[in-house]
């Protein structure tokens, strides 16, 4: 089981950042795939972002692709999401999600349904 909390949601202003920071209970970290997600309300959950253990380029969704940055930090079991030039319609619950498969690779990695391991999700509200 892997518990994954993450951190650094709020209020911000439109034009302004954030970063967001999830951590994982697993010491096995380093080979899954994370990825971040957001659901905005009465919206489906959104795939923002994915990254894979083995480097390579992360994978952005073409609405955040030239706004937000995913990373990941290895030897303290987190990811991050650097989001700038925030619009109020980045308005959502944002959650981190794991998926402990080394060979998780492709397309697939947007749909929510690969991901076994969900964080409860951190607020962000962007006012205009």
């Known amino acids: 089981q892997v518990t994954l909390v993450e951190s650094g949601g709020g209020l911000v202003q439109a034009g302004g950042s954030l970063r967001l920071s999830c951590t994982a209970s697993?010491?096995?970290?380093?080979?899954?795939?994370m990825a971040w997600f957001r659901q905005a309300p009465e919206k489906d959950r959104e795939f923002l972002a994915a990254i894979r253990w083995s480097g390579g380029s992360p994978y952005y969704a073409n609405a955040v692709k030239d706004r937000f940055t995913v990373s990941r930090a290895d030897a303290k079991n987190s990811v991050y999401l650097q989001m700038n030039s925030l619009k109020p319609e980045d308005t959502a619950v944002y959650y981190c999600?794991?998926?402990?498969?080394?060979?998780?690779?492709?397309?697939?990695?947007?749909?929510?349904?690969?991901?076994?391991?969900w964080g409860q999700g951190t607020q962000v509200t962007v006012s205009s």
């Open positions: 697993k010491r096995t970290f380093s080979t899954y795939t």
């Open positions: 999600a794991a998926n402990p498969d080394a060979s998780f690779r492709g397309t697939v990695v947007v749909y929510e349904t690969e991901y076994p391991y």
